[in-house]
């Protein structure tokens, strides 16, 4: 039974959203000078969720619900200041989309940062319930506070058939997480409707999930929304089993405010007759109000809304400098610390390095995980990079996923959110692709985009590079590619102790971070690789990002022609062996970056000013290619203390490494390249 004063409640929540798309259609060439859509046809449904959530609780609305904001406690002034990217925008700070929220309150449900790219939430929050799942289980070491939490997902009808909803659902399904998938089902995409674009709808597409139920309601009902609503909140609270709710509702304003329905609606009458504004006020009627209390209760909010806006039209602007805050969070890790190479420790392969960082990590804190495709019990990763780590930790904390690079990526940003520390790896950098729309859209910029209220702490291992005839799908290099995606720190270490250094900064650090470990030096079994092993450092041991080493540094020479290799990666053992074939130790200088992202540009630009010479080292084709932006900086603030054009060496411009050991040989870089590249430089 609905008590009255919930009818009451929902009755303000509708009344309110739907004063706020009229205000907007009537000031419509002010408040459309950023794009917005509105809930109007959806707000009974919205508010029956919205109105049940709890602190605790965490939600993924998508752009059209802005019912569920206000049902949750948030104000009209509230999407207003983001409806006019105001300074004071409490989601975004001005820098997002009319209900694109995100929201940190105490008092209020947790709305992590997601993109605008329709379905790409249900990832992330798919990731934010396996965390309350694996939080939940009896050996975690974590216990609720409160009543158990449930993630809420809302999802219009169109984005079901997004390719990434149906490795969320799989995983929910998968794994029976404690989560609700609500899809606002309207009948149509933009101009495309229902007939042309899907298959069936999302009821029935649940039903090819086994262990996710599923409903289908009647969402311009409220009796009827909120009662079943209730009992599927109820279900999953008590149950911890995934539930989809499609709910039918009409769309009776602007797809958004630059696409106008009269653009190109047949069914605009049709859909007016399915409008929940008279249906909720008539069930008022039913239980108790009189017309002139629901005229009261209209006519205030109508006010409420009027005076919030000349509010929100009055308020401040961003200034220039805002532009520059929260796309990292400060990271407590600046300066190296711990002990290097410890006295009496053996030398250890790179790969080990990782292994026992991680080891190291997960004794320590039982918020750290570890996934991926074959990192399980059986295998440990085809590297071996996660070898008997399931079996010390448990299959609840070590896990195979199925092949979902974007389930894997994206689930880190719900995982973080809900205070764990996911370590997820790709097999290959090859398989990257998949998993690059998450960490594009969902990874990199949820700190900034949120206003630095949810930086996603997630490390991200890519095994990557040539390595014994791997072929095109096994030997990518990609950092290009990943280094042109702002919001992500970059490690690319060229040896196990800069490895654990970093795989242990980066652990500490609040901000995602991409560690790219080549292939070819896992066990320095590759010739000329030996240099990649090392004394493993001790457990204290950090590296911070940001800090490139001087692994060979020379002085100026009176009457010698000097260089500066500028490298990362295996390109570190290349120059390193060119160097000392070529017997010419005492006039190259090499730099190991060992981060990307950031880059250390003092070191750089002080070896190249003393060196006269530059040549910039990589594994990838050396077009248009993080190498080839680096050789250009380089050139532009070392222009006057050059002596030659900075140089670039890479792999051959071929669209991909071919499998055949003569061909990789032909397209990769090698020590003897390396060296002509060196005599060509130092003789111009």
């Known amino acids: 039974m609905i008590s009255k004063n919930i009818f009451k409640k929902a009755f303000q929540n509708l009344v309110t959203a739907k004063a706020m798309a009229e205000l907007y259609e009537e000031n419509f060439k002010v408040v459309s000078k950023y ?140 794994k029976q997480l404690p989560i609700i998938y609500l899809v606002q089902d309207n009948g149509w995409d933009i101009s495309a409707n229902a007939e042309e674009t899907r298959a069936q709808d999302a009821f029935e597409y649940a039903k090819g999930f086994h262990g996710l139920e599923a409903i289908s309601i009647d969402g311009t009902d409220f009796i009827e929304s909120y009662t079943e609503f209730e009992e599927v909140l109820k279900t999953v609270r008590k149950e911890r089993r995934p539930f989809l709710v499609h709910a039918k509702c009409p769309l009776l304003n602007h797809h958004t405010s630059g696409v106008r329905m009269e653009f190109y609606r047949d069914d605009l009458e049709e859909s007016k007759t399915r409008d929940p504004y008279p249906k909720l006020k008539q069930q008022l009627l039913d239980n108790g109000f009189t017309a002139d209390e629901l005229d009261a209760i209209e006519k205030a909010a109508n006010a409420v809304v009027s005076k919030e806006y000349q509010e929100a039209l009055q308020a401040e602007d961003p200034t220039p400098k805002d532009l520059f805050t929260h796309d990292f969070a400060p990271t407590p890790i600046t300066e190296e610390q711990g ?86 790896e790709v097999q290959f950098a090859d398989y990257i692709w998949p998993g690059l729309n998450q960490l594009f859209t969902e990874v990199s910029r949820s700190c900034y985009l949120s206003n630095g209220k949810w930086s996603v702490s997630m490390i991200l291992r890519v095994p990557i590079g040539a390595y014994g005839s791997g072929g095109p799908y096994h030997s990518s290099s990609v950092e290009s590619v990943v280094s042109n995606i702002r919001g992500l720190k970059i490690a690319y270490p060229s040896n196990g102790a800069d490895l654990k250094g970093l795989m242990k900064a980066a652990y500490h650090d609040p901000n995602p971070v991409v560690i790219f470990e080549h292939k070819g030096l896992y ?52 120059a390193m062996n060119a160097s000392q074939e070529l017997g010419l130790q005492d006039q190259i200088e090499i730099v190991d970056l060992r981060t990307l992202h950031p880059l250390d540009e003092e070191t750089i630009m002080k070896s190249v000013k003393k060196c006269k010479k530059c040549l910039v080292v990589t594994e990838e084709p050396s077009d248009n290619t993080f190498a080839r932006a680096l050789s250009g900086k380089i050139q532009e603030k070392c222009f006057q203390y050059l002596d030659a054009p900075v140089m670039t060496i890479g792999s051959e411009n071929m669209p991909a490494i071919p499998l055949n050991t003569i061909l990789e040989e032909t397209m990769i870089p090698s020590t003897a390249k390396v060296k002509t590249k060196i005599q060509e430089l130092l003789d111009y």
């Open 35 to 174: 794009v917005h859509a509105t809930s109007r046809g959806h707000e009974v449904i919205q508010t029956a969720v919205g109105m049940q959530l709890k602190p605790q609780d965490y939600v993924y609305p998508y752009y059209r619900d802005d019912s569920i904001l206000l049902a949750i406690g948030m104000q009209p002034k509230d999407l207003m200041l983001q409806l006019l990217a105001k300074k004071d925008d409490p989601f975004s700070a001005g820098r997002t989309y009319y209900s694109h929220p995100s929201l940190n309150d105490e008092d209020k449900p947790k709305i992590p940062h997601q993109s605008s790219a329709t379905g790409m939430q249900a990832i992330p929050a798919t990731g934010a319930a396996l965390g309350f799942s694996y939080k939940e289980h009896k050996k975690s070491g974590f216990k609720n506070k409160s009543e158990s939490p449930v993630v809420v997902c809302s999802l219009g009808d169109a984005s079901v058939t997004e390719g990434e909803i149906a490795e969320a659902l799989q995983m929910a399904a998968l």
């Open 339 to 424: 002990e290097r190479s410890p006295k009496g420790a053996e030398k250890v392969v790179m790969v080990d390095c990782a292994l026992f960082a991680i080891e190291e990590l997960m004794t320590k804190h039982k918020e750290c995980l570890l996934y991926g495709q074959d990192v399980g019990g059986r295998l440990g990763g085809v590297f071996r990079e996660a070898a008997t780590l399931a079996q010390k930790f448990g299959d609840y904390r070590v896990f195979n996923t199925p092949i979902q690079e974007a389930f894997i990526v994206g689930s880190t940003v719900g995982m973080s959110a809900v205070g764990l520390k996911p370590i997820v």
């Open 523 to 574: 066990w320095s079994k590759v010739p000329g690789t030996k240099g990649a092993t090392s004394v493993e450092p001790a457990e204290d041991y950090v590296l911070p990002f940001g800090k490139a080493w001087v692994l060979q540094e020379i002085w100026p020479q009176d009457n010698k022609e000097t260089l500066s290799i500028i490298t990362y990666g295996m390109g570190v053992h290349w």
